[in-house]
């Protein structure tokens, strides 16, 4: 069973362009929200987190927003760039790490 | 990189065969994790490690073994490598504080099982 839905599998945007992100949980009892960068060939760099008690998260172009109630969070990449260009996961955290199925983003020159 | 290092970064290994990848880091962290990543599920949590000789399952254990017995070093272990552990395994440290929770990753092994 699948706790952490993500979407879309994958994202096209031009430079310049918002990129979003989505992701909806199960579990209410999940107290962490982190999002993840991977490049090809390296392991996942943690972006930004948010704890439930916000409901949004600003670090440079990348916002986390964050719905408690629906039980999703999403995160945005203001003035996407080529070098955003990577696959991003969301995950969820009571004690242990939950991911999502990852997105893969190409942002167009 | 939070100082982790895996070995070996490549392995191909034929079915049935033990195969045990290492997990090194230097700065004296806690808790360890190993996952793997498949296309499509993200990553999944395999084993993870409290402390020395404290370890515990993950979602996907079944068909490896873990040991810690230096703070230093995680070790994952498929006793009988089949073609469905083929993958790029992860390892991970968590740093824990008052205010996060933040776990950091290694650069992969890629493991191949013919």
């Known amino acids: 069973q699948q706790q952490v839905k993500q979407s879309p599998q994958s994202l096209i945007v031009q430079k310049g362009g918002i990129s979003i992100i989505n992701c909806a949980y199960e579990n209410t009892a999940f107290d962490y929200f982190p999002w993840y960068q991977q490049f090809p060939g390296k392991g996942p760099a943690l972006l930004i987190a948010i704890r439930p008690d916000v409901s949004e998260k600003k670090e440079g172009r990348f916002t986390i927003s964050f719905n408690k109630s629906a039980k999703q969070f999403s995160l945005h990449i203001m003035d996407s760039q080529p070098g955003d260009s990577a696959t991003y996961f969301c995950?969820?955290?009571?004690?242990?790490?939950?991911f999502g199925s990852g997105t893969q983003l190409t942002v167009l020159p | 990189d939070a100082g982790i290092t895996q070995s070996p970064r490549h392995k191909v290994t034929e079915t049935g065969t033990p195969v045990t990848l290492r997990c090194h880091q230097t700065e004296n962290h806690r808790y360890m994790y190993w996952y793997r990543q498949d296309p499509g599920h993200g990553l999944r949590l395999i084993h993870y490690s409290y402390g020395v000789k404290d370890t515990d399952k993950g979602e996907v254990s079944d068909g490896y073994s873990v040991s810690r017995s230096k703070t230093e070093d995680f070790l994952l272990t498929l006793e009988s490598a089949t073609s469905s552990q083929t993958s790029v395994y992860f390892c991970a440290i968590k740093e824990v504080d008052l205010s996060s929770y933040e776990q950091y990753f290694g650069p992969g092994t890629r493991l191949t099982v013919t």
């Open positions: 995950a969820a955290s009571v004690r242990q790490l939950t």
